[in-house]
């Protein structure tokens, strides 16, 4: 077993390893802990990966766990991502909403092997959720109103809204009839409200406010609660999606933020990676 621990991420203290290695003790399992330094994630994932273990944990945010399923691959090490990271989006997907150490104690008494779908964009995956155009900023401000600083929340709304309707996005979805979207975000089904985790294809959902209230209203939506509630949001769903603009796409996968080109292709991959998973109605 092999376990990458990212101390410098958002939620991981400095006594997480011995802890992490501890509680692995009390069930008699013994792993090699990997505590990178800055600019040595990426290497040690990989040596980690290439030891070929059954099972890899990682104690890190989104970006880790999006670049070990990458890894990992659909044939490779079984992943069990534990939450460490600020959004901590796949992690609590696929553990509900506990602590790292109840994540670990529930995947190692109970754990269920299980493929994980996800999406593929560019060359990159994504385990949770895409946001494609400029309203993907807003994302930042959702993590200022969660840490309760509310005037940095407003500025980087406000931030947003300048921005906004700079470069409108053109999509195809399934290759059926061409649209426009402020937006497009493309939800993996392990992270829908609306989606079963075994249902082949991605929920796509086209952002299309028309003004700068309307964008300020979807912010305030997406901070406070659902936004597919906003009345600009139009939802379905698809297994492929071809997106396209005037310049390069702003775009956040599983909470990172990537600058797309132009001219992108979006499809469902049924086998990103095997996740070490609790029963389904533990999550």
């Not at 090490?77 to 696929?94: D, I, K, S």
């Not at 109840?102 to 964009?121: F, K, P, Q, S």
């Not at 086209?206 to 003004?211: D, I």
């Not at 603009?245 to 797309?260: N, T």
């Amino acid at each position: 077993m092999e376990v990458v621990v990212n101390v410098a991420s958002g939620s991981v203290g400095s006594n997480a390893p011995a802890e992490l290695e501890k509680l692995l003790g009390e069930f008699g399992v013994t792993a090699r802990v990997r505590t990178p330094q800055p600019g040595q994630l990426i290497d040690q994932l990989k040596a980690a990966v290439d030891a070929g273990p059954d099972l890899l944990i990682t104690l890190a945010g989104d970006g880790t766990v999006r670049a070990a399923a990458e890894l990992c691959g659909p044939d490779g090490p079984m992943l069990a991502p534990l939450p460490g990271g600020t959004m901590n989006m796949m992690p609590h997907a696929v553990y509900g909403q506990r602590s790292w150490q109840d994540a670990l104690r529930v995947a190692l008494e109970d754990g269920r092997e299980r493929d994980l779908g996800g999406g593929c964009i560019d060359g990159h995956r994504f385990l949770c959720a895409a946001i494609l155009g400029s309203p993907a900023r807003l994302a930042s401000a959702r993590e200022a109103a969660r840490s309760g600083n509310l005037i940095e929340a407003f500025g980087k709304v406000r931030h947003a809204v300048q921005r906004a309707f700079t470069g409108r996005l053109r999509y195809q979805l399934d290759g059926h009839g061409r649209s426009k979207a402020e937006a497009l975000v493309l939800m993996c089904p392990i992270a829908s409200k609306v989606m079963h985790a075994e249902d082949p294809a991605l929920e796509a959902a086209a952002l299309n406010p028309s003004g700068a209230g309307e964008i300020l209203r979807l912010g305030l939506n997406a901070l406070v609660r659902d936004w597919r509630v906003d009345p600009s949001v139009e939802d379905q769903f698809c297994r492929r999606a071809h997106v396209w603009a005037a310049q390069g796409i702003p775009a956040l996968l599983d909470g990172e933020i990537v600058r797309l080109p132009s001219v992108v292709d979006v499809r469902y991959d049924p086998k990103v990676c095997r996740v070490l998973t609790p029963p389904k109605d533990e999550r």
